[in-house]
C-alpha cells in the first residue's frame, strides 16, 4: 500500500457543474502531484504542489486548480465541467522536492460528465 | 512530437515469451526515468527506476541511452501475471508519462 487515499472513487456530474476531488497522504509527503488519464492514455499532468504553494503546471486551463493543505492533504477542483473532463484523476506523492523522484500514487477518481 | 513516446501495441506474447517496449523521450534535461505497470482500472505502480548504468530485477531487465533519449524495458520468460500496461515515465520537475503499452500474455 501507498498510503495515499483519494475520494471520492468515482462520481458523476453533468456539464457546467463544478467538482472537488480529494487527495489524502502519508506524513513527511510534501509533493503532491494531479494528473489526468482519459481511458487509453497515460496520465496527463495537470499540477503540482510542494509544500502548499503551485510548482508547476501542465497544459490545462485556469479551471482546473488546487490546493495542498499542511495536514498532507489536497484537493483538485474543476470548474465549468465540459465532457472530455470525463477521465481518472489520479494523485501522487514523494517526500521531496519536485515531482522527479519515484511518486506514489492513489487509486483514482473516476468522474463522467453528462 | 509528444514529450514521451512508448511503442504504440499492444503486445500479445506466449508465457514464456521474452518482449521488449521501448521509448524516446524529447527533454534532454530530464534528470529520471522509469517504468510503471498499471492493471486494468487501477493506478499505475512502480515497476522500476531506469539508470544509466542499466539496472534489472529478477526478470526484467531497463536501460537507458540518454545520449539517443532512449529507454527500454525487456521482460524475460513472461507469466501470465505480467499482463498489464506498461508506462515509460520520465522526470524533469515533474512527471511525464508515455501513452502506455499494452501487454497480454496467454498460455
Known amino acids: 500500500e501507498t498510503g495515499v487515499t483519494q475520494s471520492p472513487t468515482h462520481l458523476i456530474k453533468t456539464r457546467g457543474q463544478q467538482v472537488t476531488l480529494r487527495c489524502s497522504s502519508q506524513?513527511?509527503?510534501?509533493?503532491v502531484s494531479w494528473y489526468q488519464q482519459a481511458l487509453g492514455q497515460g496520465p496527463q499532468f495537470i499540477f503540482q504542489?510542494?509544500?502548499?504553494?503551485?510548482?508547476g503546471r501542465g497544459n490545462f486551463p485556469p479551471r482546473f486548480s488546487g490546493l495542498q493543505f499542511p495536514n498532507y492533504s489536497s484537493e483538485l477542483n474543476v470548474n465549468a465541467l465540459e465532457l472530455d473532463d470525463s477521465a481518472l484523476y489520479l494523485c501522487?506523492?514523494?517526500?521531496?522536492?519536485?515531482?522527479?523522484?519515484?511518486?506514489?500514487f492513489g487509486p483514482g477518481t473516476r468522474l463522467l460528465v453528462l | 512530437r509528444k514529450e514521451v513516446e512508448q511503442d504504440p501495441g499492444p503486445f500479445n506474447v506466449p508465457e514464456g515469451a521474452t518482449v521488449a517496449f521501448n521509448c524516446t523521450y524529447s527533454?534532454?534535461?530530464?534528470?529520471?526515468f522509469f517504468w510503471y505497470r498499471q492493471d486494468c482500472r487501477k493506478e499505475p505502480k512502480l515497476l522500476m527506476s531506469?539508470?544509466?548504468s542499466g539496472n534489472e530485477d529478477g526478470r526484467f531487465t531497463a536501460q537507458l541511452n540518454r545520449a539517443s533519449q532512449y529507454i527500454s524495458l525487456l521482460i524475460r520468460d513472461s507469466k501470465l501475471s505480467d499482463s498489464a500496461t506498461y508506462l515509460c515515465?520520465?522526470?524533469?520537475?515533474?512527471?511525464?508519462f508515455g501513452a502506455g503499452t499494452r501487454l497480454t500474455v496467454k498460455p
Open positions: 501522487a506523492t514523494n517526500p521531496g522536492r519536485g515531482g522527479e523522484e519515484t511518486q506514489y
Open positions: 506524513s513527511g509527503h510534501n509533493t
Open positions: 504542489y510542494y509544500r502548499e504553494e503551485e510548482n
Open positions: 527533454n534532454s534535461a530530464s534528470q529520471s
Open positions: 531506469v539508470y544509466s
Open positions: 515515465v520520465v522526470g524533469h520537475n515533474d512527471m511525464r
